[in-house]
């Protein structure tokens, strides 16, 4: 037994070696950040002369549920919450549809330069930041130079500034976010797509199968797992957004912020206009509670209909 836990021992001890910077990265910046969900409950002051932790947890009285009570009781909170949704539902739908079928497309490229290149043109947005990205918007809608104010002027018609537009940005923001981001997905898909046994192909040439057929009967079934995990974990942001999309894209534009803001551009206005560390925090508890709770939820549900479905 002794001889067994040895050789136990010698083989992992390598690989337990390799581990401990991610273990430590996680509990560095995942675990060890969870105490700071105290501030939810408390009326956060900084002490001067006194680290945060002294201040948080002896230099702060209690507030109970007063933060959440303020969250909700928010006249703005409501609206907040609902482009939340509507965008992360849009933003869930799209953003499936769209990246399987230009993997499935992609996979039907028969020129191998074609689709390494397709690839890289796909990807490319995916790497850029997004104050890079709220520059190339504002190149096309800037009222002053942008390209299709510069386009309606040479053709006669009165130019739009866009910033003051509210009803124009429920699309841009959907087109921007798509085409950031369906590059990589797009990838994971087509990844998957490679790894169908050909022989499902061959069976179905013999069937006669034509291209529908052969998407609908062999693609689609092969890419059901990972599109499930996909659409699981998205849930679980259900309530979260991307904030340089609604902040650095929008330029922060009030004019437009009754269909722009979302939960995380207006607790990050709460908390450096108004220093509401409370507000914040009991904001940033209830996405993540509540996300955790969806994702659960949903992955119940997944094994249910398919036993060897879900995440966990």
């Not at 800037?142 to 866009?162: H, Q, Y």
């Not at 797509?193 to 061959?202: A, N």
């Not at 998407?215 to 309530?239: A, D, E, F, Q």
Request: proline share 4%; net charge positive.
């Amino acid at each position: 037994m002794k001889n067994k836990r040895n050789r136990f021992g010698e083989k992992n001890t390598a690989l337990t070696v390799l581990s401990l910077p991610t273990l430590l990265w996680y509990a560095l910046f995942c675990y060890l950040p969870l105490f700071g969900i105290v501030m939810a409950f408390k009326r956060y002051r900084l002490i001067p002369g006194k680290s945060f932790v002294y201040s948080l947890f002896f230099g702060s009285e209690w507030a109970g549920l007063n933060n959440f009570r303020f969250l909700f009781l928010n006249p703005q909170m409501w609206q907040v919450i609902r482009n939340t949704l509507l965008y992360n539902i849009v933003f869930l739908i799209l953003g499936t549809v769209i990246p399987v079928g230009l993997a499935i497309i992609l996979s039907y490229i028969g020129s191998a330069r074609i689709r390494s290149a397709v690839q890289v043109i796909m990807l490319l947005p995916y790497f850029l930041s997004w104050v890079i990205v709220s520059y190339f918007v504002y190149a096309f809608l800037s009222a002053d130079k942008g390209l299709i104010n510069t386009i309606l002027r040479s053709a006669g018609a009165e130019a739009v500034n866009f910033y003051m537009e509210p009803e124009v940005w429920p699309f841009i923001l959907v087109v921007v976010e798509l085409w950031k981001s369906s590059g990589y997905s797009m990838l994971l898909y087509y990844a998957n797509i490679m790894g169908i046994d050909p022989q499902l192909y061959d069976l179905a040439a013999v069937d006669g199968a034509g291209v529908r057929q052969v998407i609908r009967h062999v693609i689609l079934p092969s890419l059901k797992n990972v599109i499930t995990v996909l659409v699981i974990l998205n849930l679980g942001h259900i309530l979260s957004s991307d904030f340089g999309l609604f902040y650095q894209v929008t330029r922060n534009s009030g004019s437009i912020q009754q269909v722009t803001q979302t939960i995380d551009v207006f607790v990050f206005k709460a908390l450096t206009e108004q220093s509401n560390y409370g507000f914040s925090a009991a904001a940033g508890l209830m996405q993540n509670g509540i996300g955790c709770i969806i994702l659960l939820i949903a992955d119940r549900l997944i094994k249910r209909i398919d036993p060897g479905g879900g995440v966990t």
